[in-house]
């Protein structure tokens, strides 16, 4: 049984891994939350593993509240974030940051007085083209 | 590392428990791998199911296996029940979106149900 374990528990947290270099990858905020879905599903099986090798039971809640939360992170990004701006799946620099919001400084003061800094955003005119793995 | 008697279904079920523990735990990696070297959000999408629904009953039965106690076997069926419950909700919403936001090839679907010129009501 310990072989097993041991095996189960090197997939099950290589799956998690892979999962977070998939969130970290994007390109898109949907594949990062089918990323979370999977790094949940890990963590499920993780806790099922170290339960069946302690026959322990007080762990078992925990899947509960996981198998009923876990949908609802994916949910709120397909239902909010999916229309994302073009550019905005792609990790930039701290000096492309620095240059977006200077570029953008001007336009926000005139129109809001710098409380939407998300609005701004559209008058930025020299955003990458993001591109669609299909 | 065993205190209930070491008899014979007593082994029995620790075998099936490991075999299905190792079948569970292979179908999350096989999920990892795909979700990693898949190239599109629905072949993804299908990646990542199956430790959602098939690798967590393998797990969770494995589990019962080992901890042989109805309380804990009604909670496992309860997290089965839940799991079934959203799942499908959530890989809706997800492929949705895609959709709806043109991540999705649409000439690789065959037939192509949220085509809006199709005769269907697409919504």
Request: hydrophobic share 50%.
């Amino acid at each position: 049984m310990a072989v097993v374990v041991v095996v189960a528990a090197v997939l099950v947290v290589s799956a998690a891994l892979l999962a977070l270099r998939r969130i970290e990858k994007g390109p898109s905020m949907l594949d990062r939350a089918l990323g979370l879905d999977l790094l949940t599903a890990s963590l499920v099986g993780a806790i099922a593993i170290e339960a069946a090798w302690s026959r322990r039971t007080e762990t078992i809640p925990i899947l509960v509240a996981l198998s009923l939360v876990g949908f609802v992170g994916s949910v709120v990004i397909s239902r909010f974030v999916a229309r994302e701006p073009d550019g905005d799946g792609e990790v930039r620099s701290p000096e492309e940051v620095a240059a977006q919001a200077r570029a953008a400084d001007v336009p926000r003061g005139e129109q809001f007085g710098g409380d939407h800094p998300g609005e701004s955003d559209e008058a930025d005119g020299d955003r990458r083209e993001r591109r669609n793995r299909s | 590392m065993t205190d209930v008697d070491a008899g014979f279904w007593t082994t029995v079920a620790d075998t099936v428990a490991a075999v299905c523990l190792l079948a569970g735990a292979f179908l999350t990696f096989a999920a990892g791998v795909g979700t990693l070297r898949f190239p599109s959000l629905l072949a993804r999408m299908h990646a990542v199911t199956k430790p959602q629904v098939l690798g967590l009953i393998l797990g969770l039965t494995a589990l019962a296996l080992r901890v042989r106690n109805w309380s804990a076997v009604a909670m496992l069926v309860l997290v089965v029940i839940f799991q079934l419950a959203t799942a499908p909700v959530g890989a809706h919403l997800v492929s949705r979106a895609g959709f709806r936001t043109g991540k999705v090839d649409e000439t690789e679907l065959q037939p192509n149900e949220m085509d809006p010129s199709s005769t269907d009501d697409p919504h």
